[in-house]
């Protein structure tokens, strides 16, 4: 025999610890419908506690949150005993576990492992489970799953359900069954539990987490007018005991339970082996965000109802069913800041800045808040712990504010009283909900000026264009250029269009540009009057910005080439609050200025020749490189010809390359480039 093993005092510790959470939270969710923590954090609890306890079986115990299904029956409810015990589903995440599976499966019954095996595949409703007791075809009791062997009796408040019959009727002359115990789950509607929540959070009342608690704390009232009040639907996926009628399938049962009345989703299907299910799960993972109801992933049954006496069932859940679950949609997080965007019919939203999370293989850090009226309600404040949720491509939604975990240093938000972005006194008029920038232009000079910023002659920045700087700004991401420079990988990614690769490039780009020189700097900053060539008058007259800034009018003017406008214009901007604000960000997050490389060379050593580039440089951008030809006294072609002298070919180069070699042209690589322009590779 083993020798005893010394289970470390830590495990132990941590094993009660994590029991009673659970509980807690099993507590707040199964019996007042209101958790105060996301699905997938508690899960996480759920699988610590599951790994501790498989490393160290001595610790399991029968009232282990592992070994135990629910939560008993309030006492407020009269009980109803489960003949056959509502167990959960044991469930998966990923292929791997559903093959899993259907291995342990075959095991189980001693079947070789390449026989396939029929399993019925349904799409698992995120409600709550109820047992519904015909007699005589007769509704009689209806009950909630409890701790699996006893609910709470609901009959009442199943009879307000309009798609419960409380009557079976036959059709195709199908015999009723003597003694029917359907089971199937209750659930609301998205649409419905949003109508709901706006409702209860109008009237000062908690709103619900999601659909299911929505469905579980309506059904369970003490008071059937209540839950009649609330719009739910049931569909049934199962039974319990049966009299007077025999099922050999599950796919038989989903097929028999519509002729009697009840109904049966619609997507359930039977497939022939595991890969068909894993297929379908796929497939409802696709049309999933486009249901009027949630569910939360699918559950795979053996079909042959043989087989499930053979399989039986364990403490929690039986054998020869799964659910293969879909990525979570809700996490909770904290509310860093909630600042203001401003949208292009001068609409300014709330947004919540959020401490980063993972939902689904995708990083949230901000959710909308729609407008004040809505944060009012939903009483979000900075600092506060929040139910986030996101829906496919949706912009992320706080749900709701988790009060428990307030610590009092929680702040309120106020509605700014000027805009964010041009500064002009926002506006709301009587009746509307949200405030309004009154200048118009806001929106689109913010977009123009971004892509001013960007642009070749500016800061250079690739792949800043229209579409780009209107989705920055749509999403508050950039309020005024500065925070071009703070913009990190993850933010992009949430532009449209975004993936990866997009989003670094894109990064990488702005980053590069912050090495400029300070005509391009200035010409970038859009002053009016200034263009090109006045910024290349100024750069070069008072050769830094902290000059130009603090040069008086008579300074200006004294400029060979500035005009009283443009004079009058650079000293204006640089006294005018929110530039100095804008200029401050932009050289806080690291712009450095060259010599200007146009003044080095007195001669022109490059005097007459033309050049082409193809392909991307390593050591310098295009428009750089075009500048240092320039700055020699050379050309610079867009096309090939045969006036072309020099064709310059770096990474990847395009059809120019070939176009070239046909013409036999010379070609040089990078680094004959670099010692042409006298630059050492
Ligand atoms: N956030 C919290 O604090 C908290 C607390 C407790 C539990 N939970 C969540 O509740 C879940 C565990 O609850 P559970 O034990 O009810 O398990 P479950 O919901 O994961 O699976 C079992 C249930 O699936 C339902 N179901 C839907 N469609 C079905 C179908 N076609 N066939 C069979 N059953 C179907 C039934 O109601 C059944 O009881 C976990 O996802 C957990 O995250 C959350
Ligand atoms: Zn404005």
Same mark, same amino acid.
């Given at each position: 025999?083993?020798?005893?093993? @010394?289970?470390?005092?830590?495990?132990?510790?941590?094993?009660?610890?994590?029991?009673?959470?659970?509980?807690?939270?099993?507590?707040?969710?199964?019996?007042?419908?209101?958790p105060?923590?996301?699905?997938?954090?508690?899960?996480?609890?759920?699988?610590?506690?599951?790994?501790?306890?498989?490393?160290?079986?001595?610790?399991?115990?029968?009232?282990?949150?592992?070994?135990?299904?629910?939560?008993?029956?309030?006492?407020? =409810?009269?009980?109803?005993?489960?003949?056959?015990?509502?167990?959960?589903?044991?469930?998966?995440?990923s292929?791997?576990?559903?093959?899993?599976?259907?291995?342990?499966?075959?095991?189980?019954?001693?079947?070789?492992e390449?026989?396939?095996?029929?399993?019925?595949?349904?799409?698992?409703?995120?409600?709550?489970?109820?047992?519904?007791?015909?007699e005589?075809?007769?509704f009689?009791?209806?009950?909630?799953?409890?701790?699996?062997y006893?609910?709470?009796? %609901?009959?009442?408040?199943?009879?307000?359900?309009?798609?419960?019959?409380?009557?079976?009727?036959?059709?195709?002359?199908?015999?009723?069954?003597?003694?029917?115990?359907?089971?199937?789950?209750?659930?609301?509607?998205?649409?419905?539990?949003?109508?709901?929540?706006?409702?209860?959070?109008?009237?000062?009342?908690?709103?619900?987490?999601?659909p299911? /608690?929505?469905?579980?704390?309506?059904?369970?009232?003490?008071?059937? /007018?209540?839950?009649?009040?609330?719009?739910?639907?049931i569909?049934?996926?199962?039974?319990?005991?049966? @009299?007077?009628?025999?099922?050999?399938?599950?796919?038989?049962?989903?097929?028999?339970?519509?002729?009697?009345?009840? &109904?049966? /989703?619609?997507y359930?299907?039977?497939?022939k082996?595991?890969?068909?299910?894993?297929?379908?799960?796929?497939?409802?993972? &696709?049309?999933?965000?486009?249901?009027?109801?949630?569910?939360?992933?699918? %559950?795979?049954?053996?079909?042959?109802?043989?087989?499930?006496?053979?399989?039986?069932?364990?403490?929690?859940?039986?054998?020869?069913?799964?659910?293969?679950?879909?990525?979570?949609?809700?996490?909770?997080?904290?509310?860093?800041?909630?600042? %203001?965007?401003?949208?292009?019919t001068?609409?300014?939203?709330?947004?919540?800045?959020?401490?980063?999370?993972?939902?689904?293989?995708?990083?949230?850090s901000?959710?909308?808040?729609?407008?004040?009226?809505?944060?009012?309600?939903?009483?979000?404040?900075? *600092?506060?712990?929040v139910l986030?949720?996101?829906?496919?491509?949706?912009?992320?939604?706080?749900?709701m504010?988790?009060?428990?975990?307030?610590?009092?240093?929680e702040?309120? =938000?106020?509605?700014?009283?000027?805009?964010?972005?041009?500064?002009?006194? !926002?506006?709301?008029?009587p009746?509307?909900?949200?405030?309004?920038?009154?200048?118009?232009?806001?929106? *689109?000079?913010?977009?123009?000026?971004?892509?001013?910023?960007?642009?070749?002659g500016?800061?250079?920045? @690739?792949?800043?264009?229209?579409?780009?700087?209107?989705?920055?700004?749509?999403?508050?991401?950039?309020?005024?250029?500065?925070?071009?420079?703070y913009?990190?990988v993850?933010?992009?990614l949430?532009?449209p269009?975004?993936?990866l690769?997009?989003?670094?490039?894109?990064?990488?780009?702005?980053?590069?540009?912050?090495?400029?020189?300070?005509?391009?700097?200035?010409y970038?900053?859009?002053?009016?009057?200034?263009?090109?060539?006045?910024?290349?008058?100024?750069?070069?007259h008072?050769?830094?910005?902290?000059?130009?800034?603090?040069?008086?009018?008579a300074d !200006?003017?004294?400029?060979?080439?500035?005009?009283?406008?443009?004079?009058?214009s650079v000293?204006?901007?640089?006294?005018?609050?929110?530039?100095?604000?804008? !200029?401050?960000?932009?050289?806080q997050?690291?712009?450095? =200025?060259?010599?200007?490389?146009?003044?080095a060379?007195?001669?022109?050593?490059?005097?007459g020749?033309?050049?082409?580039?193809? *392909?991307?440089?390593?050591s310098?951008?295009?428009?750089e490189?075009?500048?240092?030809v320039?700055?020699?006294?050379?050309?610079?072609?867009?096309?090939? $010809?045969?006036?072309?002298?020099?064709?310059?070919?770096?990474?990847n180069?395009? $059809?120019?390359?070939?176009?070239?070699?046909?013409? *036999?042209?010379?070609?040089?690589?990078? @680094?004959? =480039?670099?010692?042409?322009?006298?630059?050492?590779?």
């Open positions: 025999m083993a020798e005893k093993r @010394e289970i470390p005092p830590e495990v132990i510790e941590r094993v009660k610890k994590l029991r009673e959470e659970i509980e807690y939270h099993n507590y707040r969710y199964y019996v007042l419908d209101s105060v923590i996301s699905d997938a954090e508690y899960d996480a609890l759920m699988r610590e506690l599951k790994e501790l306890e498989a490393k160290y079986p001595e610790l399991v115990t029968p009232d282990s949150p592992t070994q135990r299904v629910g939560y008993p029956p309030a006492k407020e =409810f009269r009980t109803v005993p489960h003949a056959i015990p509502m167990l959960s589903l044991d469930d998966a995440f292929e791997e576990e559903v093959l899993d599976f259907d291995r342990r499966v075959k095991r189980f019954l001693n079947l070789p390449d026989q396939d095996i029929e399993y019925t595949v349904e799409p698992k409703m995120d409600g709550l489970a109820v047992e519904l007791v015909y005589d075809g007769k009689t009791v209806g009950s909630t799953r409890g701790d699996g006893q609910g709470e009796d %609901v009959t009442n408040n199943l009879k307000t359900i309009k798609s419960i019959p409380l009557r079976l009727f036959s059709t195709d002359g199908l015999p009723i069954p003597r003694l029917l115990e359907a089971r199937g789950e209750v659930f609301m509607k998205k649409e419905d539990f949003k109508k709901l929540n706006e409702e209860r959070l109008s009237r000062g009342e908690p709103p619900f987490a999601n299911r /608690n929505a469905a579980a704390g309506s059904l369970r009232q003490l008071d059937p /007018n209540v839950t009649a009040q609330r719009p739910l639907d569909y049934f996926y199962g039974v319990g005991r049966v @009299e007077g009628y025999e099922f050999k399938t599950q796919w038989e049962i989903l097929q028999t339970l519509p002729k009697w009345g009840l &109904k049966v /989703n619609p359930v299907r039977l497939v082996n595991i890969r068909e299910a894993i297929a379908y799960h796929h497939e409802m993972e &696709k049309i999933r965000e486009s249901l009027p109801y949630e569910i939360d992933g699918i %559950v795979i049954k053996v079909n042959d109802l043989s087989l499930w006496e053979k399989l039986g069932t364990k403490a929690r859940s039986p054998r020869y069913a799964l659910a293969y679950k879909f990525p979570p949609t809700q996490v909770t997080t904290q509310v860093l800041d909630i600042i %203001v965007q401003v949208g292009r001068g609409a300014v939203t709330p947004v919540a800045i959020l401490k980063p999370v993972q939902v689904g293989g995708v990083i949230v901000r959710a909308t808040l729609h407008n004040e009226d809505e944060i009012r309600r939903k009483d979000v404040r900075i *600092g506060d712990w986030v949720q996101r829906a496919g491509e949706v912009i992320p939604e706080i749900v504010v988790i009060k428990e975990r307030r610590t009092g240093n702040k309120p =938000f106020k509605m700014p009283e000027v805009c964010p972005v041009c500064g002009t006194k !926002l506006v709301r008029k009746g509307e909900a949200v405030w309004r920038c009154p200048n118009r232009g806001c929106y *689109g000079q913010l977009v123009r000026h971004i892509l001013h910023f960007a642009s070749r500016a800061m250079d920045i @690739e792949g800043l264009g229209t579409k780009v700087a209107e989705a920055l700004v749509d999403r508050g991401l950039v309020q005024d250029v500065g925070d071009l420079y913009l990190k993850e933010d992009l949430q532009l269009g975004f993936a690769k997009k989003a670094r490039n894109l990064y990488e780009a702005i980053q590069r540009s912050k090495k400029t020189t300070l005509a391009r700097f200035l970038a900053l859009g002053i009016r009057h200034v263009g090109e060539v006045a910024a290349q008058l100024l750069a070069k008072f050769k830094s910005l902290e000059a130009i800034k603090k040069a008086s009018m !200006l003017l004294s400029v060979p080439g500035i005009g009283p406008e443009a004079a009058r000293w204006e901007w640089f006294r005018n609050e929110r530039n100095l604000k804008t !200029l401050e960000k932009l050289l997050a690291g712009i450095t =200025f060259e010599e200007e490389a146009e003044e060379p007195a001669e022109k050593p490059l005097e020749k033309t050049f082409v580039f193809t *392909g991307a440089l390593k310098m951008t295009r428009e490189a075009k500048r240092r320039q700055a020699l006294g050379g050309r610079v072609a867009s096309s090939v $010809s045969r006036n072309v002298d020099y064709v310059v070919v770096g990474e180069p395009g $059809s120019k390359y070939d176009r070239a070699r046909a013409l *036999g042209l010379k070609m040089i690589n990078e @680094e004959e =480039f670099l010692k042409l322009i006298g630059q050492k590779p």
